[in-house]
């Protein structure tokens, strides 16, 4: 019984940690990449129209909506020289990728009466051994990016570039945190010699409706000249991955259960040893075959049963106290506890595991006692 309450309390233990872990990863991937992203079927760029933007808007479901421009680029500050990965975005980005609780220095604004500004992920600003000041006048940040078409000359600049003002470190994911470089998208336009042109469309989703669904009207409504993505799409590899492992560690789980198991067939197997002169004084009494097999395995179950419950009780109560008061904090996540999550899909996936698997080494090992020995 407390082989298979400690290795059910581990199964309940384990995947509400991923489930925690797989939180964090959807909350670091997802915040910043919005919601659902258009892009071209083909080519770079597009022309950002009125009337597609309508279109986009007129899809239930749709709340924001920020046309966006995206290009490598090269960072300079002083002696310093640095890749990164400049988006252009408006004021409506900020809102849709929840900027305010990123930000780490001020809040987040894009463009006002002094100027535009630019917010750096926390990596890409030590890099570039750049500070941010609290107030105006911020350090400038000069951006280089290669001209398009150009044939090259002895002498000649092959490159645009123009100053922003740092603002603001933004902290996300690694990924973000060392290569992103947020900028108003006229000012990304005005660097890259752009018109109208764009790379994507960000679209925000209204709370509570499946993004999924809103999908699928926008792909309709755009035709095959636009692919639109949701962000799990975009990072389908890392939450797979997240699955794959979660996956694994039940399976593994269940082999160490299986093992655990074989303790019942022993206490099964001397049980049915120790009682074998009343199984005898039973059988004289008129006790059948299926009389004999119910008590034995009726009483397997009871042992897995009750390991089942305790390891249960056990396993969320654990969780529960880790929630609640924090024992355990997380690497890499500031000192953050170590996430814990609940979910009701796996406290009916281990319940049926475990509870076939009891059935099972139950029955099978009952039935060849009494066949053998009755």
Known sequence: MVGIAVITMSMVILLSAFNGIESVIEKLYTEFDAPITIRPESGKTFIDHDSLREKIKSVKGVDLVSAALEELVVLRKGKVWVNGNLIGVEDDFITMSNLKQHALDNDPVLVDGNGYYGMFGAGLVEKLDAYVYEDPPFEQILMYVPKRNMRMRLGSNPF???????????????????????????????????????????????????????????????????????????????F?????????????????????????????????????NDIQTLKALGFDQKGVFNIFFYEGLLIAFKGIIVGFVLGYL?????????????????????????????????????????????????????????
């Not at 269940?254 to 019942?264: D, K, M, P, V």
């Not at 355990?328 to 506890?337: E, K, S, V």
């Open 160 to 238: 645009y570039s123009s100053r922003i003002s740092l603002r603001s470190r933004l902290n996300y994911n690694k990924e973000i945190n060392q290569s992103m470089a947020l900028v108003p998208l006229e000012f990304a336009q005005n660097l890259l010699r752009y018109d109208q042109e764009i790379n994507a469309y960000y679209v925000s989703v209204k709370k509570h409706l499946d993004q999924m669904s809103v999908k699928t009207q926008l792909q309709e409504k755009l035709g095959a000249t636009f692919i639109v993505k949701t962000n799990r799409e975009k990072n389908e590899i890392i």
């Open 240 to 276: 797979k991955t997240s699955k794959t492992e979660k996956a694994i560690v039940l399976v593994i789980l269940l082999f160490i259960f299986i093992l655990a198991a074989f303790n019942l067939i022993a206490s099964l197997t001397m049980l049915f040893s120790e009682k074998s």
């Open 318 to 374: 654990i969780c529960f106290l880790q929630m609640k008061f924090h024992f355990l904090t997380a690497l890499n996540i500031n000192g953050a506890p170590f996430p814990v999550r609940f979910l009701w899909a796996d406290f009916f996936k281990i319940g049926l595991s475990v509870s076939l698997l009891s059935l099972a080494f139950s029955y099978f090992p009952v039935r060849f006692l009494v066949k053998k020995n009755f």
